[in-house]
């Protein structure tokens, strides 16, 4: 039996992915495969949705600008709707005013999504303690990558994408561990109720 | 300086003694029975004919000065006489909890329309016959945050978002009301480069009511400020307008010099010259690139980000940061020029020339581009009334810049033009900043090629550290050391109102000092806030898609309207 030599050979030798496509060979169990090459379809075209509120926005046209052209990790084509789109870059300042908003387009992204918050004010409130800045987003909706910096520079944000390609390929989110908290409770509260 | 002499003995005449002259500012007294007449007089016969600015004032922890006068609130209006580039600024004491309420200048100029409500969200200040709705702060929000007994860190989440909601339009048949439709547009929408929220009422493809919802980004800089010391609001300054955040820490830095009276070395000068003229390039290509990315024309986009990179790259050698650099200190600037900066900034600037040729090739005579920015033109007086500043005031035809007007550093020496256009379009509005870059570069290339030698800060110990030798040698250079770290920068008690030439138009900012560590009250005059609340004016029964070209034309940086 002939196997595409190329794209055994690309992988890594000791992954699991690796395993699952030989074994396909030999064994034909597709489930494992499939699951592996639509991760790695996912991490490799990431359609980002950047909530540009500030600052950090600016810098993010940097990051798919010409000089750091996002586009080489398969992140450049930027959604402004949130059905199409499965990362969620929250860049900049999130105040008490615009989080319903934020968390209204996050519950509007299709299932499986990620969020990276750019920049310290997302991530923390930054050097905003004041009282109409939320401080952090994590109070709101559920983060994977926080990313250092006010703002960061292009190549932080770029090596935070990394970052999600590589939550992506191990099947990691925030959202399902949300998710899955939340089922907790719930079943929690049923028997407690029981 | 004559000219300002006759007009102080003008104003003295027609006030008497509720007029003084302090720190180079005309201050002027009323109360809110004379208010009106006054403003009426002012207008008339002294043509201030632009409102710059109205705030409020919460005197109730300022010591007992001569600038105080016992009474809790004030409001404070800004206006400017275009001719004789003078500025006024009229305090209006307020008795708020007796209920005292201050008549309305929106009849003199339209300009007082947000203010007013932001002076209401702010203090509690009661305008007649106006609506007290919330600009800033969200519509769940209890009590007014900068008055001096709300807490800075007392969070108020908003459960829901306001909905859309217009009153049924008196003028119209039922009919007619049938036919029309409410869409919302933003404060997540990709035209609206950031946080900018329109509700329109449409007819067809045609506006015919538009509200805006402003606030989104208010970040509370003043409140902020009250709480730092004079360099530490510095870096908030940065993000007022992050297109171009050097032009910010120049004003603020200005401001303080001036209340201090700090004649910062030509050095200092020079390079806080060319910071500006080089961030008032990036703004505008900026403003000029994401305007025609809204219009379909992404390749300009590319083309002047790569030239902004440039720039960007001249910022990081010459301090590490990129965007937000708070570059400037209170008496000069933060650190000296690195080695081989001055080529490096030349050679950019040709570039840049450059790059600008391009993408003037690509957008000036391109027919789509014209077409769709001939669209929403606005008159000089209008534009006047509304309080424009900036090259949305000069594509009107006014030939008002700062720079030209009272021009601070050197620019009365050094040679540039200021260009204007006819009919105040966004595609004037397109020329007027294209010809403003080249300009710019013009003095960049001016100033680096006679660039000053010297100290890049002033020696004065009020507000610069010693160099390292004095601190460690010397007992004086010591305890200056100390004393500025511990105590910080203190200007004198009183008021000032600053104002420079920002990328968007002016920028003032009117510092209030008590004596000590910490300014008493800041706010910013931000451009943008002015030329956007025309937005609905401007926009009723345009096309959806001109209004969209408006709101790129217009430059409406979240960071400066909101605050």
């Known amino acids: ?194 | 300086m004559q000219e300002q002499n006759k007009f102080s003995d003008d104003l003295k005449n027609a006030f008497g003694d509720k007029y003084s002259f302090v720190f180079d500012n005309h201050v002027l007294f009323a109360d809110t029975k004379t208010l009106l007449s006054t403003m009426a007089k002012l207008k008339d016969i002294f043509n201030f004919n632009m409102l710059l600015d109205v705030c409020g004032v919460d005197n109730c922890k300022r010591p007992v000065t001569e600038w105080t006068h016992g009474i809790r609130f004030e409001s404070v209006y800004h206006l400017l006489n275009m001719d004789l580039s003078q500025r006024i600024r009229v305090r209006v004491p307020v008795d708020v909890d007796n209920g005292e309420m201050v008549p309305s200048v929106v009849s003199f100029w339209k300009a007082a329309d947000w203010f007013e409500r932001e002076a209401w969200d702010m203090y509690g200040i009661t305008y007649l016959g106006r609506k007290k709705e919330r600009l800033l702060t969200h519509h769940e929000f209890v009590g007014h945050p900068l008055r001096k007994d709300y807490r800075a860190d007392h969070n108020q989440p908003l459960s829901e978002s306001l909905d859309i909601f217009f009153e049924p339009d008196p003028s119209i048949s039922a009919d007619e009301a049938r036919k029309r439709e409410w869409i919302n547009i933003g404060p997540s929408h990709p035209a609206t480069h950031g946080t900018l929220r329109i509700m329109a009422e449409i007819e067809g493809e045609v506006i015919k009511r538009s509200k805006l919802e402003i606030g989104y980004l208010h970040r509370c800089f003043e409140k902020m400020a009250e709480n730092h010391l004079y360099n530490q609001v510095i870096p908030y300054t940065d993000r007022l307008n992050y297109c171009s955040a050097p032009m910010n820490n120049i004003g603020w830095c200005k401001a303080i010099e001036d209340m201090m009276g700090i004649e910062i070395p030509d050095r200092a000068k020079a390079l806080r010259m060319i910071l500006a003229e080089l961030s008032r390039v990036i703004d505008h290509l900026v403003c000029i690139g994401a305007g025609a990315v809204d219009l379909g024309a992404l390749t300009s986009f590319w083309f002047c980000f790569e030239e902004r990179e440039r720039v960007y790259e001249l910022f990081e050698k010459l301090c590490g940061a990129r965007l937000t650099v708070s570059l400037t200190r209170i008496g000069g600037m933060a650190q000296e020029l690195p080695v081989g900066w001055v080529t490096d900034c030349l050679e950019v600037v040709k570039k840049i020339e450059k790059g600008i040729a391009e993408v003037d090739r690509l957008l000036t005579k391109n027919k789509i581009y014209v077409d769709r920015t001939r669209v929403c033109p606005i008159t000089a007086q209008n534009a006047i009334a509304w309080g424009y500043t900036g090259p949305c005031l000069r594509a009107t035809g006014v030939n008002y810049d700062i720079r030209k007007a009272n021009p601070y550093y050197f620019y009365k020496d050094v040679d540039f033009e200021i260009p204007v256009g006819q009919n105040g379009d966004n595609y004037d509005r397109y020329l007027v900043r294209m010809e403003e870059m080249r300009q710019s570069l013009r003095i960049v290339n001016q100033v680096l090629n006679n660039l000053p030698s010297g100290p890049y800060q002033s020696l004065d110990k009020r507000v610069c550290i010693p160099p390292k030798k004095e601190v460690y040698t010397n007992i004086e250079g010591l305890m200056n050391h100390f004393m500025l770290v511990m105590k910080g920068v203190r200007p004198p008690v009183g008021e000032i109102y600053s104002a420079t030439e920002a990328a968007n138009g002016e920028l003032g900012f009117y510092v209030i000092s008590d004596g000590g560590p910490n300014p008493y009250r800041v706010k910013v005059r931000p451009p943008c806030f002015a030329i956007y609340q025309s937005f609905s004016e401007v926009v009723q029964n345009k096309m959806i898609s001109d209004a969209i070209a408006e709101l790129g034309a217009m430059n409406i940086i979240a960071g400066e309207l909101d605050r």
Not at chain 1, 160 to 165: H, K, N
């Open chain 1, 1 to 194: 039996m002939s196997t595409n030599k190329r794209l055994v050979s690309a992988l890594t030798k000791n992954s699991e992915e690796d395993f699952a496509l030989e074994r396909l060979i030999v064994t034909t169990k597709a489930d494992s495969f499939l699951e592996w090459a639509k991760r790695w379809g996912q991490s490799n075209s990431l359609w980002p949705f950047p909530f540009g509120t500030a600052c950090c926005a600016i810098e993010y046209m940097a990051v798919v600008g010409p000089k750091y052209d996002a586009s080489r990790f398969g992140a450049e084509v930027v959604r402004f709707s949130p059905r199409q789109s499965d990362l969620m870059i929250i860049a900049g300042t999130i105040t008490e005013k615009q989080a319903p908003i934020l968390r209204r387009i996050y519950e509007q992204m299709a299932d499986p999504k990620w969020v990276i918050a750019m920049g310290a004010c997302a991530s923390s409130g930054g050097f905003y303690r004041a009282y109409h800045v939320v401080q952090g987003v994590s109070r709101d909706i559920p983060v994977d990558i926080y990313i250092p910096g006010c703002p960061p520079t292009p190549e932080a944000v770029l090596q935070g994408i990394m970052q999600i390609q590589e939550r992506i390929k191990k099947g990691v989110s925030s959202y399902a561990d949300a998710q899955k908290i939340e089922e907790d409770e719930l079943a929690l509260s049923t028997l407690k109720a029981e």
